[in-house]
């Protein structure tokens, strides 16, 4: 008997085996399981799911064709405003968005929309034929992407669409931002990106990698290059680290460089030549979805102790619930409530051990979250090799620092004009993280999206 | 996929490289660097750029074959291909004119230090090299660098070019019998810029030093390559490389470049590829 008020259940590997590989730990649903868990959906008139998506989805339209079987149909439907399905699908934070505003939810369990749309992706991906590779017509007018993250993918995929000669900038050697050097390869394995990448690039998006704009090019530059408008899509991935002592010393990473070395530059894999740590003991520093990113890559690079060091309560923690509740079950041990003082080296400079302070929490603050306060004679010592701080990234400064007249905040954030992403230079358009600081993939899709549209109608105009 | 252009080996551990790079080599400034990837197995390693020939499009790397992609860059062929090459990045070195300056290269660090005595030359400054080399056989871009120098001194570790001694003694030297230089500008391993800061201390004469800290991505987002200077953490990637010698803290940079030293020693053992293969 199948329970209406409950999600059909995805399988997953197991808890304990995966957390030794760098393999997807949730699988997807079988077609059957689909369609059992499309006919869930209630096609409200309202459609309150689609109000809570940042690119509206039509997400009852696409459940409906999911239930009568027309599965590529479906993946149509979703990628009429959503440019990588398949990585929305299983990275989105769906539980504040379109499920969590899901009618299904008031009394039960919402339906599972994100795992729909991951499933039509992945099936459409699998059974249609490779499309033939659009170019832009020859007078097409020439708009350039910088950066090739959620957000440049997004706005380069719908400018292509609207019949423009896009190329998308991009510093590193692989394309895909955060999607290949941030996301782990068991929650979004990186064949998915690739394939997803490749069906921009089919439709007519030109990717160059290896070019850094504010060293390579400049902005200014590509306006001299012809192109009529510019999107920054570069996302925030400066590092903060927490100006305690003993930031310097061996075994202390970033979790930007920690994440780049395990994802990017497959250090986990003997085949591949950039070296990591190996750790007995690791403190990873934070609670968003990144730390429990690197603390889930420690596990599985084999490290015995992975602590979460976290200076709030599990309530106040930002990352997503799935990626708490996983993290948990492969064994990561929580230290919350806890905020370290100081990290402590041997004669060879390597660290060794970091001291903490209890803490407990005080009044709200500006943002609304209780405030930490450090618990009198509470500090202590853990015994770890490895630390990875994962407290936070701000925009690189590259590109503000070359580029005259473009406007940003204290935070490094580009200035946009309220309600668009026009940004105080004539023809600058910018997006996701950049603007906002660290948020979610699918935020940085709406930007780029919304930015393509208003590029369009400025070029149309012109 | 970038084509090497031409490939020649200044002494037996050192080659030069040049790549076809239209793009760096419009922008490249002394004291900049770029970062290759041999291959899709390769890691990415930062060189300096020794030299850029914009109306041909290239830029020259000099590079010594210590590890994996420097020896696997070394192997290839002329017209061969890596897979991916990015820059320049970094801040280009501030040099004025008209100025007297010692600019001290040690071992590699000369390939570093030759583009920007170079300039300083082309900048009308008078220009000493001290050149540091462990043997004879060792010394590479003598010619060049006698070529952008009013004096140049080369010596030797074990004196086999007939001048034992150390960058050092040779600076003191030069400094006791009356030169005064308005700057100094040191490359090559971290003690010996230790050593030439603590020196030119005493004298109170600027110095200026290019860190060659581990990186990865080369773009001010990982914080590998971060060095502590005046007290303070700072990328040498975007805030370098080029720092004031004086407010460097070499040990903790010394420490932090040993940190894979295992790994590599490891690798190398491990590696098939170059047994019993001889890379010149």
């Known amino acids: ?462 | 996929m970038t084509r090497i252009v031409k490939k020649r080996f200044l002494n037996d551990s050192i080659v030069e490289v040049v790549f076809d790079a239209p793009d760096i080599a419009k922008k490249a400034m002394p004291g900049q660097f770029i970062i290759f990837r041999v291959d899709e197995e390769g890691e990415r390693i930062p060189l300096t750029i020794a030299g850029y020939d914009r109306e041909m499009g290239t830029i020259t790397v000099i590079a010594q074959t210590v590890g994996y992609s420097t020896k696997k860059l070394a192997a290839k062929e002329e017209g061969e291909y890596i897979s991916d090459l990015v820059g320049p990045l970094g801040r280009p070195s501030e040099l004025e004119s008209n100025i007297k300056v010692a600019v001290i290269g040690g071992g590699l660090g000369c390939a570093i230090a030759y583009p920007q005595a170079k300039a300083l030359h082309d900048m009308n400054c008078e220009v000493d090299i001290i050149a540091g080399f462990r043997s004879n056989d060792l010394i590479i871009l003598e010619d060049e660098m006698k070529a952008v120098s009013d004096k140049l001194i080369i010596c030797t570790d074990d004196g086999s070019n007939g001048n034992k001694a150390l960058v050092t003694d040779a600076l003191k030297a030069l400094i006791e019998n009356g030169v005064k230089y308005d700057l100094v500008i040191a490359i090559g391993p971290p003690i010996m810029m230790k050593f030439v800061c603590l020196l030119t201390k005493q004298y109170n004469i600027k110095t200026i030093v290019s860190l060659n800290p581990i990186m990865i991505d080369g773009t001010g987002m990982c914080g590998g390559c971060r060095v502590t200077v005046g007290g303070k953490i700072k990328f040498a990637c975007v805030d370098g490389p080029d720092f004031d010698g004086y407010e460097v803290d070499f040990d903790e940079l010394m420490r932090r470049n040993r940190a894979y030293s295992g790994d590599e020693k490891k690798r190398d053992e491990d590696c098939k590829l170059f047994q019993g293969v001889d890379i010149k």
């Open chain 1, 1 to 462: 008997m199948i329970d209406k008020t409950k999600k059909t259940p995805m399988a997953q590997l197991d808890p304990v085996e995966r957390s030794k590989t760098f393999g997807e730990v949730a699988l997807g649903y079988t077609k059957e399981e689909a369609m059992q868990e499309a006919a869930r959906c209630l096609q409200c008139k309202n459609r309150t799911c689609v109000s809570g998506c940042p690119v509206m989805v039509q997400i009852p339209e696409f459940l409906k064709l999911i239930t009568e079987g027309k599965f590529i149909e479906a993946a149509d439907k979703i990628k009429e405003t959503n440019s990588l399905p398949a990585v929305c699908g299983r990275v989105c934070p769906q539980e504040t968005q379109c499920e969590g505003k899901c009618v299904r939810g008031i009394k039960g369990e919402s339906v599972a929309i994100g795992r729909l749309e991951r499933f039509a992706a992945d099936y459409a991906a699998a059974h249609s034929k490779p499309t033939e590779k659009k170019t832009a017509p020859a007078n097409a007018k020439k708009v350039a992407v910088v950066g090739s993250g959620p957000a440049g993918l997004s706005c380069a995929g719908e400018l292509a669409k609207r019949g423009y000669s896009v190329t998308v900038f991009e510093a590193f050697h692989k394309s895909g931002g955060v999607l290949v050097y941030g996301i782990p390869e068991f929650r979004l394995p990186k064949e998915i990106v690739k394939r997803e990448i490749a069906g921009l690039e089919a439709n007519g998006v030109e990717i160059r990698t290896n070019a850094v704009i504010g060293r390579t090019f400049l902005v200014d530059e590509l306006f001299e290059d012809g192109y009529e408008a510019v999107f920054i899509g570069s996302g925030a991935g400066l590092p903060n680290f927490m100006g305690i002592e003993g930031e310097a010393l061996v075994g202390v990473y970033s979790a930007n460089e920690y994440l780049t070395r395990v994802n990017l530059m497959k250090a986990y894999d003997n085949s591949y030549v950039t070296p990591i740590r190996k750790s007995k003991s690791v403190a990873v520093i934070g609670g968003g979805n990144v730390a429990m990113d690197a603390a889930r890559c420690a596990k599985r690079l084999g490290a015995e102790n992975v602590y979460i060091i976290y200076r709030r309560s599990e309530e106040e923690m930002p990352a997503r619930r799935e990626e708490v509740e996983h993290a948990k079950e492969e064994g990561i041990i929580f230290k919350l409530l806890c905020n370290p003082n100081r990290f402590v080296g041997n004669e060879k400079g390597e660290l060794i051990a970091v001291d903490c302070v209890e803490m407990e929490l005080g009044e709200p603050d500006a943002s609304g979250r209780r405030r930490p306060v450090e618990k009198a004679d509470s500090e202590f010592r853990l015994d770890i090799d490895t630390a990875v701080i994962a407290v936070g990234t701000t925009p690189n400064p590259l590109i503000r620092s070359t580029t005259e007249g473009l406007d940003t905040n204290k935070r490094g954030c580009i200035v946009v004009a309220e309600g668009t992403t026009k940004t105080s230079r004539e023809n600058v358009f910018a997006g996701g993280d950049v603007v906002t600081g660290a948020a979610t993939v699918i935020l940085a899709m709406g930007a780029g999206r919304d930015s393509a549209a208003e590029i369009d109608e400025m070029l149309k105009a012109k």
